[in-house]
């Protein structure tokens, strides 16, 4: 049994139960039967105009994540690539926010400002399996980072939380990996 009050929630409050599916983003087309996957040095270009004050915070955290991510891993990180992929829906493309070489696996990361949902759906249903296939089926573990962490959030697995960025390395994690840093 889960201690609701370790995790700074009310006396009486019910922890999330893991194994729900949560609803998808409607934004979100996950991987729907892949056929195959590679990496591109280009890929899609729609940008966006600037969007909301929250979406621009959410860019500024992203850049200060990748200036600590690239001091820590200087060789390792690779930012933003771009993957193109072939499933049911067709020829597409995706960009994670960056890809972590750690030679026996590699980690996709996800950076969002809060804690959510969309994270796991973006990692475990779209960039996770497109970057094994691009990567010869090699072990790919997920980690979403972000600036606040909500532990009522309700993932369909246990979440592994790591104290240091350094803690992904070493043995490859099977969950859904978050560090909090602001």
Request: positive net charge.
């Amino acid at each position: 049994m889960i201690d609701l009050g370790s995790l700074g929630l009310p006396v009486g409050a019910t922890a999330p139960t893991a194994g729900t599916l949560p609803a998808c983003p409607a934004w979100l087309t996950p991987v729907y039967n892949l056929e195959n996957a590679w990496r591109t040095p280009t890929g899609y270009f729609n940008m966006s105009p600037a969007g909301s004050a929250a979406q621009r915070a959410g860019k500024r955290y992203e850049k200060r994540v990748m200036a600590f991510l690239r001091d820590v891993f200087p060789a390792r990180l690779h930012e933003a690539p771009w993957y193109q992929l072939v499933d049911n829906h067709g020829m597409r493309y995706c960009q994670p926010d960056a890809i972590l070489d750690l030679g026996t696996y590699i980690v996709v990361i996800e950076v969002k400002r809060t804690h959510s949902v969309d994270a796991w759906w973006q990692l475990r249903h779209l960039y996770e399996p497109v970057v094994s296939v691009a990567s010869g089926n090699r072990q790919v573990g997920v980690l979403e980072i972000c600036r606040s962490f909500d532990p009522a959030v309700r993932l369909p697995e246990p979440v592994s939380r790591i104290e240091r960025i350094t803690d992904i390395e070493g043995k490859p994690r099977s969950g859904f990996t978050v560090f909090q840093w602001r």
